[in-house]
Antibody
Framework: EVQLLESGGGLVQPGGSLRLSCVASGFSFTTYAMSWVRQAPGKGLEWVSA????????YYADSVKGRFTISRDNSQNTLYLQMNSLRAEDTAVYFC?????????????WGQGTLVTVSS | DIQMTQSPSSLSASVGDRVTITCRAS??????LAWYQQKPGKVPKLLIYAASTLQSGVPSRFSGSRSGTDFTLTISSLQPEDVATYYC?????????FGGGTEVEIK
């Protein structure tokens, strides 16, 4: 059974940093692209970032480029999202997501999400 | 960047009705289009990928189609458990943009 368990969310002041983690199990982590998707309270889904499963190519939404860094530790089956220079508009539930293939693909599994609140 | 425009933003239909949701891409995305269902308080669920391929376990009343840059999600006979918000997403290249969502309720 595929499981994605996020952690690391919380309350942070504007300009601060957080690192989200996602521990994956139930599938061969190295052979799938992974992604982060966020959802602000009462709003729709927003894709944030992705990393491929073969050469660790990374992709970012314009809204987070230069501030967020996605990475993966295949030895620990763990996906990360380092978030710097956080803004109020980054407040959202952040979902860790598994894609259907090695490269960019549809998302077939989602974690339960971790809430990030950026506020003073 | 390619924009994904979903319509309508909300709809109300009766049980048994045929429901159609449209997603229009501002440029070609080939068949790299997925549909997701998000029930209130739940995580999204993949319904369809590659524009028209039904994800395993998804009821056959859901179907997807493509005509050029227009994509359609159809629920052939709306059921009470289909109350949810539906999103399209393109994944041919980054950014993997979602549509704005369509909220479906029962009349």
């Amino acid at each position: 059974e595929v499981q994605l368990l996020e952690s690391g969310g919380g309350l942070v002041q504007p300009g601060g940093s957080l690192r989200l983690s996602c521990v994956a199990s139930g599938f061969s982590f190295t052979t799938y692209a992974m992604s982060w998707v966020r959802q602000a309270p009462g709003k729709g889904l927003e894709w944030v970032s992705a990393v491929t499963g073969n050469d660790d190519t990374t992709y970012y939404a314009d809204s987070v480029k230069g501030r967020f860094t996605i990475s993966r530790d295949n030895s620990q089956n763990t996906l990360y999202l380092q978030m710097n220079s956080l803004r109020a508009e980054d407040t959202a539930v952040y979902f860790c997501a598994k894609m259907r293939g090695l490269n960019l693909a549809a998302i077939n599994y989602w974690g339960q999400g971790t809430l990030v609140t950026v506020s003073s | 960047d390619i924009q994904m425009t979903q319509s309508p933003s909300s709809l109300s239909a009766s049980v048994g009705d045929r429901v159609t949701i449209t997603c229009r891409a501002s440029q070609a995305v080939s068949n790299y289009l997925a549909w997701y269902q998000q029930k209130p308080g739940k995580v999204p669920k993949l319904l369809i990928y590659a524009a028209s391929t039904l994800q395993s376990g998804v009821p056959s009343r859901f179907s997807g189609s493509r005509s050029g840059t227009d994509f359609t999600l159809t629920i052939s006979s709306l059921q009470p458990e289909d109350v949810a918000t539906y999103y399209c997403q393109k994944y041919n290249s980054a950014p993997l943009t979602f549509g704005g969502g369509t909220e479906v309720e029962i009349k």
